[in-house]
């Protein structure tokens, strides 16, 4: 197998001998057919149609797809369930959540998935079944969305090992990674670029296909995010006794309804939300869980009433959180607290709704590791953290992350992590791979991504080896890379993996220093790693990988697709350094900083929509 991924078995051969491989196509001719069930599921429908494109790019052959009632003489590609895997006696009702299957058996090579859940919720089994097949047996990759980005072998005969049989069950019940499409954000980066939508869609929409050809999804339904929008709308009148405290002595939430702030500890306020839980998961079957979540955010501060006041624990962490007179203000972690109120509720959901879930975050104020507050079972905890360009950042928030590891029997994982270096190019994959494994070790089942930029240049590798190990966490991060850097690079396979170990030891150096604290913060701190000598190196490594494409125009492309993040690094820094030293006081710099921010401009004009850089939501961020 590519990564050792896969629980492998090989069939055992009759009397000993073996058996031939089956051929799909011959010379470029079909040899076979893509067979489906009478009535397919949706998965079934998308995997067959997903075969039949790569394999025609592949080998030159359109293998027909027919229904199950047509079926030709000969070698069948069966996907998905029918009768005829019923009679080979494979029935996705018998496998887990998701599992999937891909194995010769008689003349046959069956793909299969699970492709719903028991109360009949779609699922996509089979058609990650389908992919996994085209990867680990066919050699196919998808580097990046696009054409340019994927890498499909050329056979005009294509053969399956007669002993081949894959059975695997992803251990993540959901592996998501935010597809960043058009949305408000970028339009108001269109707008200052002077690019339509429609320019942005006709890129950006071949981008979905990426995402399902990495088996990004899962079988988890459920909620976690912000539970109680519309709660001041409902209750505000009634109950004001239900909101926080604020330090002027009201409880008025009207300033912020959206985001109105609760008084946890109130007693009515517990086990209304608790019905509303209940009634959420009895209407919803399928439902895995339910958000609890607070609001964050807005003008207003948490509840100062004595009593949720004793619900804090006395020793607990000094942290700093948002006050409306100051701006800031020290305070014990509300940890506690907010474990308290969580498992208030849980325990009376429970009495309902026996082996259901109920979401809730580790975050802002409440984000430290309760001192002596016990989580329900029943909560899935979400931690909000870890980044790779800040050393102390991290090692802090893994030490929280092993905490609640330890206090809840479920975790999900909702970092931004994806936003770090935003503008320059970094690599930190092995880090993150490596982090990934051990989390899933330590308990986490959920994972929700905020989110794929889309810069694919500057920070591609990074999410390819994301999502290679949200589907498979125990897979070896560095042989990724290889793989990566061969599949697209072939002959400079070399020389690009130089490329990416430059900008690995580059990124381990701002993550050592720990002076890095984000975009907001530090971009200019960032801007100085980008040094002319460094640059210099990077770009040693890319001439070197030219020569050894020779005239391969694929590697080529794909080079110059790296080349994109060089170029814009140094158009970035000069502009960025000369910016803050004006800031700074230094009026000399002003006409290299004006230069710098025309250059910058003309650099996203002459890119237009890409992916290597998604220089409409740069824009909107300001850079």
Not at 46 to 70: N, T, W
Not at 81 to 94: R, V
Not at 340 to 366: D, N, T
Not at 372 to 389: D, M, Q, R, T
């Amino acid at each position: 197998m590519k990564f050792g991924m896969m629980v492998f078995l090989i069939a055992m051969l009759s009397a000993g001998c073996a058996l031939a491989d089956l051929t799909l196509v011959q010379d470029g001719q079909p040899t076979c057919a893509i067979v489906l069930a009478a009535e397919p599921t949706a998965s079934a429908k998308e995997a067959a149609v997903a075969l039949q494109f790569h394999l025609r790019e592949m080998s030159g052959a359109q293998i027909p797809i027919v229904a199950e009632g047509k079926v030709p003489e000969g070698f069948c590609v069966l996907v998905g369930d029918s009768s005829l895997t019923a009679g080979l006696g494979l029935n996705s009702d018998d496998f887990d959540l998701e599992q999937i299957v891909v194995k010769v058996q008689g003349d046959n090579l069956v793909i299969i998935g699970d492709d719903a859940k028991p109360g009949g919720t779609e699922l996509r089994g089979t058609l990650w079944a389908a992919y996994t097949f085209l990867e680990e047996v066919l050699g196919v990759r998808w580097l990046w969305p696009g054409e340019l980005g994927t890498v499909i072998p050329k056979h005009k005969t294509v053969t399956v090992p007669a002993d081949l049989n894959i059975s695997y069950t992803p251990p993540l019940l959901q592996r998501k990674i935010r597809n960043i499409q058009w949305n408000e954000r970028v339009q108001r980066g269109l707008d200052k670029l002077g690019f339509t939508k429609e320019q942005f869609d006709a890129v950006h929409n071949e981008g979905k296909p990426w995402f399902a050809r990495h088996r990004i999804g899962g079988s988890f339904r459920g909620s976690y995010g912000h539970a109680y929008g519309k709660y001041w709308e409902r209750f505000g009148a009634e109950h004001p006794d239900w909101f926080a405290l604020q330090p002027d002595g009201t409880r008025d939430q009207s300033k912020s309804p959206g985001r109105a702030r609760l008084c946890v500890s109130n007693q009515g306020l517990i086990e209304q939300i608790a019905r509303d839980k209940i009634e959420q998961l009895k209407a919803n079957p399928d439902l895995d869980c339910a958000s609890i979540s607070p609001n964050d955010g807005g003008p207003l501060t948490f509840c100062t009433c004595p009593n949720c006041e004793a619900w804090d624990a006395p020793d607990g962490e000094i942290i700093e959180y948002w006050w409306p007179e100051t701006g800031h203000k020290q305070h014990v972690s509300l940890s506690d607290r907010y474990v308290k109120f969580y498992s208030a509720i849980a325990r009376l959901v429970a009495q309902e709704c026996p082996g259901r879930y109920l979401g809730a975050y580790a975050y802002s104020a409440y984000r430290t590791v309760p001192v002596a507050a016990e989580l329900e079972p029943n909560v899935i905890i979400g931690f909000v953290g870890l980044n790779y360009l800040n050393r102390e950042s991290h090692d802090a928030d893994m030490q929280r992350w092993n905490g609640w590891a330890e206090k809840a029997s479920r975790t999900f994982w909702r970092p931004n992590l994806l936003g770090g270096g935003m503008s320059f190019p970094v690599n930190f994959a092995k880090r993150l791979g490596t982090d990934l494994a051990m989390l899933v070790d330590s308990g986490l089942t959920v994972t929700d991504f905020d989110c794929c930029y889309q810069h694919w240049a500057l920070k591609g590798l990074t999410y390819y080896v994301l999502a290679e190990m949200l589907w498979d966490p125990d897979a070896d991060p560095d042989a990724i890379i290889d793989d990566y850097c061969q599949a697209g690079w072939g002959p400079a396979a070399g020389e690009v993996r130089q490329y990416f170990d430059a900008l690995e030891r580059l990124t381990d150096q701002v993550y050592e220093s720990s002076e890095y604290f984000g975009r907001k913060k530090s971009t200019e701190l960032l801007a100085g790693y980008y040094t002319d000598e460094f640059l210099a190196e990077l770009q040693g490594h890319l001439d070197a990988a030219r020569e050894k494409a020779a005239a391969d125009e694929a590697i080529l492309a794909r080079i110059d697709f790296l080349q994109t993040a060089i170029d814009y690094a140094r158009v970035h820094r000069d502009y960025r350094l000369a910016r803050a030293a004006v800031r700074a006081g230094d009026e000399t710099q002003k006409e290299a900083m004006e230069a710098g921010q025309e250059a910058l401009e003309a650099f996203y004009q002459d890119l237009g929509i890409s992916w290597a850089i998604n220089s409409p939501y740069l824009k909107f961020y300001g850079f």
